[in-house]
């Protein structure tokens, strides 16, 4: 439940001030303090910066007009033991695994076909590479994945069932809260070491 309203405050919030401050200008060229975020990410991805990033605007935009409001569906569905909660796991987490690779692919295949186009990510500075890029993106890959796994699994295992289905394995949503404190943890001192 709790990571259905992470992601929610993230699309909403926080992905919503990416699309205010691309429409604006951009986050480098903004003197809010918002902008203190993305100006920090864009250092790691320079996509996220520097312009409105067509390919970024694309992912973007769905992000937070479409999986705000299905992370809500499914904090909804949670709450109240919907019995069709578990399809909208399965549809939240499936879009966003979809919204990772399309953030992602780009870069990757711009790095494998065309070698010669300079990737926008910097790997120079360990905590921006592997805090805000490797493990702050993984996070969004991870609780998605475990989450799907353990919705389609019930989903199979309770057919036909006119309760609503029990709550997942323990171990499960102990990962999952681990992970979170772990990220609620490491992007705050990652964003405080870039800076230095």
């Known amino acids: 439940m709790q990571w259905f ?9 926080i992905e919503g001030l990416y699309l205010y401050f691309a ?27 520097t312009h409105a990033d067509a390919a970024v605007m694309s992912v973007e935009l769905p992000t937070v007009l479409l999986m705000g409001p299905g992370a809500l569906l499914c904090l909804y569905a949670t709450i109240y ?17 979809i919204g990772g690779w399309y953030t992602f692919a780009p870069v990757w295949i711009n790095d494998i076909f065309h070698p010669e186009i300079a990737s926008p990510l910097d790997m120079s500075s360990p905590w921006l590479f592997w805090v805000l890029l490797v493990f702050m993106n993984g996070v969004w890959v991870a609780v998605p994945l475990v989450l799907l796994y353990d919705a389609c699994v019930l989903s199979i295992k309770n057919k036909g069932a006119s309760a609503p289905p029990p709550s997942a394995q323990y171990g499960t949503y102990t990962a999952i ?7 609620s943890v490491l992007v705050p001192i990652a964003l405080y070491l870039a800076k230095k």
């Open 23 to 49: 429409i604006i200008g951009s986050a480098e060229k903004s003197s809010s303090p918002l902008a203190f975020l993305w100006r920090e990410y864009g250092r790691a991805d320079k996509r996220w910066m």
């Open 81 to 97: 033991r919907q019995n069709w909660k578990h399809i909208a796991f399965i549809l939240v987490c499936w879009c966003e695994l």
């Open 5 to 13: 309203a992470i992601d929610a405050f993230t699309h909403f919030f």
């Open 177 to 183: 809260g681990a992970t979170i404190a772990l990220y």
